[in-house]
């Protein structure tokens, strides 16, 4: 992994481990699977992607969203207690208009866990080269010790963590 942020095992000292759920149903893999660059070398913060082709990603947890980006197919919510997560579908989509990205949500929403967030084309997506990924990373990285992945390789929408924050 690019980051410090992301681990393979707990560490050792934390106070708290916050499983986060899946978005999606799909096989969970590295960033390093992005085509974006930034994404890679997790400059939108620790994470990893699911491989899917649901065309609804839901909330991972109970919050308020914080930011909708038609542009970047993504919104940003954030858990009351202060985690904050990017849920994006896709990469390199800007060149895309936010075309079929049709969100449900508007910033400062109070969302439940499982809730939609947002549907999306993923055939037509793929027709226009944007990779099946759903890419889920923490924005507040600095306030936690690190994120580790699921050791699932697939994980099933609103009941399979994608990873584990730990505080």
Not at 83 to 93: A, M, Q
Not at 136 to 152: E, F, H, M, W, Y
């Amino acid at each position: 992994m690019n980051s410090s942020k992301t681990l393979t095992e707990h560490p050792e000292n934390f106070r708290k481990a916050v499983p986060v759920a899946s978005p999606a149903s799909g096989k969970v893999t590295s960033l390093d699977t992005s085509s974006c660059v930034l994404t890679r070398h997790e400059v939108w913060g620790p994470g990893c992607a699911i491989n899917t082709m649901s065309p609804q990603l839901t909330s991972p947890f109970n919050g308020t969203v914080v930011d909708v980006s038609p542009l970047d197919y993504s919104v940003t919510i954030k858990a009351s207690f202060g985690l904050i997560c990017r849920v994006k579908y896709g990469d390199n989509t800007a060149h895309l208009h936010g075309e079929r990205f049709m969100c449900l949500v508007n910033p400062k929403d109070q969302i439940v866990a499982g809730q939609p967030l947002f549907t999306v084309n993923g055939g037509w997506l793929k027709q226009n080269g944007v990779q099946p990924l759903c890419i889920v990373t923490v924005a507040n990285a600095k306030r936690i010790l690190g994120v580790v992945p699921s050791a699932q390789k697939h994980v099933n929408a609103n009941i399979d963590p994608i990873f584990t924050v730990y505080v």
